[in-house]
């Protein structure tokens, strides 16, 4: 079966220090990757995606994801955190599910940015 | 650009109503998906809908039903509703399959 797994309910971290949140994934063929942020009352906001071709992926607002096939993950990242970083972030895979393709989404991360 | 718009906004409903709610993608996108967000059971996949032809389909009951018009916009309907559809719709719209999705705001469905 198609899954994504987001391992951690809430990220904390210091601003100005590096971010990182996981996402591991479970798919038949070559995975379609994505990102999004959620901010309260809010729809979710595309960072980036992998798609094929180099391993790191560079997104929006300095955002970063590192695909990893043999560990079948795709960690989001940040170098530098800021306070308006807090949010909920989702992994999401395209995959085929059910007889269907669909994109399917991990349970989210809430990063907590401290100042 | 205008992004993925989502009407209402918000909407309240009694238990045995029906619902109706309305997306329209980013002009040019032609796949346009919807899923519901829930706090227990997070973020499902409702169908997608692509050049006006159901191309995707989730795990939900046959209450809930979609279409697409020829210039892209999507409804999705919610017959007989019960407490549990209470949620925020979510509508995505993209260029081509697997291509990044863009999201509106949402619905926030609640029913009473």
């Known amino acids: 079966a198609q899954s994504v797994a987001q391992p951690e309910d809430q990220v904390n971290v210091a601003e100005g220090n590096p971010l990182t949140v996981k996402c591991t994934y479970s798919v038949s063929g070559n995975p379609y990757l994505f990102w999004y942020v959620q901010y309260p009352n809010r729809g979710l906001q595309f960072l980036l995606k992998?798609?094929?071709?180099?391993?790191l992926v560079k997104g929006s607002y300095g955002f970063e994801a590192e695909f990893n096939k043999s560990q079948t993950s795709f960690h989001l990242k940040k170098p530098s955190a800021l306070v308006s970083d807090s949010a909920l972030y989702f992994c999401a895979v395209r995959g085929f599910s059910g007889g269907y393709n669909k994109l399917i989404f991990g349970a989210g991360t809430r990063l907590a940015v401290h100042p | 650009k205008a992004g993925v718009t989502q009407t209402p906004r918000y909407l309240i409903k009694t238990r045995g109503q029906q619902v109706t709610l309305s997306c329209s993608p980013i002009?040019?996108?032609?796949?346009v998906s919807w899923y519901q967000q829930t706090p227990g059971q997070g973020l499902q996949f409702l169908f997608e809908?692509?050049?006006?032809?159901?191309?995707n389909k989730g795990n939900f009951p046959g209450r809930f039903s979609g279409r697409q018009f020829s210039n892209s916009r999507s409804e999705m309907n919610v017959s007989t509703l019960e407490l549990g559809d209470s949620a925020l719709y979510l509508c995505?719209?993209?260029?081509?399959?697997?291509?990044?999705?863009?999201f509106g705001s949402g619905t926030r469905l609640t029913v009473v």
């Open positions: 002009s040019g996108h032609r796949s």
């Open positions: 995505a719209s993209s260029l081509r399959v697997n291509y990044g999705y863009t």
């Open positions: 809908y692509f050049s006006e032809t159901q191309r």
């Open positions: 992998y798609i094929t071709g180099d391993n």
